[in-house]
């Protein structure tokens, strides 16, 4: 894994086809790595790009409850992505166009109240979430069907800079808690308005009248407001339909582990790095990087491979393959250091000499978690027997002194 990860970090290529071969091999080897360090529940997502930057970009996440990441994915088909880019097909009820008419609603701010008080679905209505723009500070309006949240990553894609909740009322001239896109006058509030395709097509819908204590309802998307473009900026909830099959999607947690970009030209092109061709003509290198991590790669590897007592290492990346402890150490010592001397020409192995009593040796060697314990004692060597344990506790045999070494490879093939 070290050589992969030191040799491929960053790698060149000279052409778009040669980098997606490349990108899919490093996809594979990727799975390979993970299965080596025995870990069960690794898939690869897509994913943001993010300040890496690049065309294309995979993560490689262990699911796992108590992940950072929120994955999506599609128990019918091969769709899978990071919750930051995924993409969904929302379901949309038919409805017949009504009169648009103001409602008196009296304190109602929020939309699940909305939609209490008027006795509606909540997709029934149309929400608005203030932001502002990170490179001028500007206020950032977003209409987006009421059932759903915003993607702040989706709407930082879609303009081009970082979004963030607007919670300052003041300095925005709105009726927070009654803004609707009927009748907003947002050029002249200097506001840049955003909606989500959520709304496209839309009937009879419950929104704001940029009054307080005052809805609109009757609102139809396409009669009542002039809208030049929707865009995707919601984000996906579990049971939207899948893009690719249609069959309803799933939400899992997990943890990164690793990732992949296609960087492309962006940053060879910033350095004004160039090659000639065999036809002599100057080219711009395409990029790709691969990371894996080493920390979080071991946290999901102890979770992966555990039991009560502590972690269970794969032999991959196992810190020592063979343990040994020695109880009693000055009955032992002698046969305990010469077989400590002739494994460790072949393996890498640990020998606990301490003279503590056993419970602490074992307790001890489970928080390390070598594969393969070898225990010596004063009652089994007058037997002419060592005991051979693996740290799973499913292999567990007596075996005469003379066949240690060749014991203890049979328990390492097996071991996982």
């Not at 910033?270 to 920390?295: A, F, R, W």
């Amino acid at each position: 894994m070290r050589e992969f990860i030191m040799k491929d970090a960053y790698s060149f290529h000279t052409s778009q086809e040669d980098l997606d071969d490349y990108y899919q091999k490093t996809l594979e080897a990727y799975f390979r790595i993970f299965e080596r360090c025995g870990l069960s529940r690794v898939i690869s997502i897509l994913s943001d790009t993010g300040m890496m930057g690049g065309k294309k970009a995979h993560e490689f996440m262990y699911l796992s409850d108590g992940g950072e990441d929120t994955i999506v994915y599609c128990g019918n088909c091969d769709y899978k992505s990071n919750m930051e880019v995924a993409v969904s097909h929302i379901h949309k009820t038919e409805a017949e166009e009504q009169e648009l008419k103001e409602v008196y609603t009296p304190g109602i701010q929020d939309i699940e109240s909305l939609a209490r008080f008027l006795n509606i679905d909540e997709s029934q209505t149309m929400k608005a979430a203030v932001f502002f723009r990170k490179d001028n500070e500007k206020p950032v309006l977003v209409f987006i069907r009421g059932d759903l949240e915003v993607n702040e990553l989706k709407l930082s894609k879609v303009l081009g800079t970082e979004a963030f909740p607007l919670t300052d009322h003041d300095i925005v001239d709105l009726a927070y808690g009654y803004i609707g896109a009927y009748n907003l006058n947002a050029e002249e509030k200097d506001i840049q308005v955003i909606y989500d395709q959520s709304l496209k097509g839309e009937k009879n819908l419950a929104c704001g009248a940029n009054k307080v204590d005052y809805h609109l309802q009757g609102l139809s998307v396409d009669r009542d407001l002039q809208i030049n473009e929707f865009v995707d900026v919601a984000k996906v909830r579990e049971g939207d339909s899948c893009v690719k099959c249609g069959s309803p999607l799933k939400i899992s947690r997990g943890i990164e582990v690793g990732n992949i970009f296609q960087l492309g030209t962006t940053y060879t092109e910033s350095m004004n790095m160039h090659y000639m061709d065999e036809h002599g003509k100057l080219q711009t290198p395409i990029m790709g990087c691969y990371g894996i991590g080493v920390g979080r790669l071991l946290a999901c590897v102890i979770e992966d491979n555990h039991d009560e007592y502590g972690p269970i290492w794969p032999k991959a990346v196992a810190p020592w393959l063979i343990h040994i402890c020695m109880l009693n150490t000055s009955d032992v010592g002698d046969l305990g250091y010469k077989i400590y001397n002739e494994l460790k020409t072949e393996w890498d192995v640990i020998l606990d000499d301490r003279g503590v009593q056993a419970g602490v040796q074992f307790a001890d060697a489970d928080l390390l978690g070598a594969p393969v314990r070898i225990i010596l004692s004063k009652r089994n060597i007058a037997a002419g027997q060592v005991e051979i344990v693996s740290r799973d506790k499913k292999i567990k045999k007596l075996v005469p002194i003379e066949d240690v070494k060749k014991e203890v490879r049979e328990v390492l093939a097996q071991v996982k």
